[in-house]
């Protein structure tokens, strides 16, 4: 009990505490801006994902932080527009826009990840070869090994 007790005040576990908390207190700030604008924004999530995958592949294919924060700021205020497009000017209604922005960028995310991974990209200066090999001879056990070549 006494090693729980230490682990748990331990300034490793506060820190990871707000290293993990700050994207969520991040959309619970938007949403609290939006609901006191009168509307209830739900596509935060896949706004935020989205945002967060463009300004990471911003920042790789650069190799700059200030382009990747770019990218995903201009990310984040297209989803955005787009969302007020959707509901302002086509009525749609604001929830079940939010949903599809969610679905979007959460299956966006998973095909962009899925093309990078199924060829060789040349990613931060690394050639990162990403082949399938079946180890136990079944369908549906693939490991990926990433040959580096430079």
Same mark, same amino acid.
């Given at each position: 009990?006494?090693?729980?007790?230490?682990?748990?005040?331990?300034?490793?576990?506060?820190?990871?505490? *707000?290293? @993990?908390?700050?994207?969520? !207190?991040? +959309?619970?700030?938007?949403?609290?801006?939006?609901?006191?604008?009168? %509307?209830? #924004?739900?596509?935060?999530?896949?706004?935020? @994902?989205?945002? $967060?995958?463009?300004? %990471?592949?911003?920042? $790789?294919?650069?190799?700059? $932080? *200030?382009?990747? *924060?770019?990218?995903?700021?201009?990310?984040? %205020? @297209?989803? =955005?527009? !787009?969302?007020?497009?959707?509901?302002?000017?086509?009525?749609?209604?604001? !929830?079940?826009? =939010?949903? +599809?922005?969610? @679905?979007?960028?959460?299956?966006?995310? %998973?095909?962009?990840?899925?093309?990078?991974?199924?060829? #060789?990209? #040349?990613?931060?200066?690394?050639?990162?070869?990403?082949?399938?090999?079946?180890?136990? #001879?079944t369908k549906y056990s693939n490991t990926w090994t990433y040959d580096f070549r430079t």
């Amino acid at each position: 009990m006494e090693n729980l007790i230490a682990a748990i005040f331990s300034p490793d576990f506060v820190f990871s505490i *707000l290293r @993990l908390s700050t994207p969520i !207190i991040f +959309a619970g700030l938007a949403a609290l801006i939006t609901d006191r604008a009168g %509307v209830m #924004n739900i596509g935060l999530e896949g706004i935020m @994902l989205s945002s $967060a995958l463009l300004g %990471v592949i911003g920042s $790789a294919f650069t190799q700059s $932080a *200030l382009i990747g *924060l770019i990218c995903a700021i201009a990310t984040g %205020v @297209l989803m =955005g527009s !787009i969302m007020a497009y959707f509901s302002l000017k086509l009525k749609t209604d604001i !929830i079940l826009t =939010g949903i +599809a922005i969610n @679905l979007l960028s959460s299956g966006g995310t %998973v095909f962009l990840l899925c093309c990078k991974r199924q060829r #060789n990209v #040349n990613f931060i200066g690394k050639s990162y070869h990403a082949s399938s090999t079946n180890s136990h #001879n079944t369908k549906y056990s693939n490991t990926w090994t990433y040959d580096f070549r430079t």
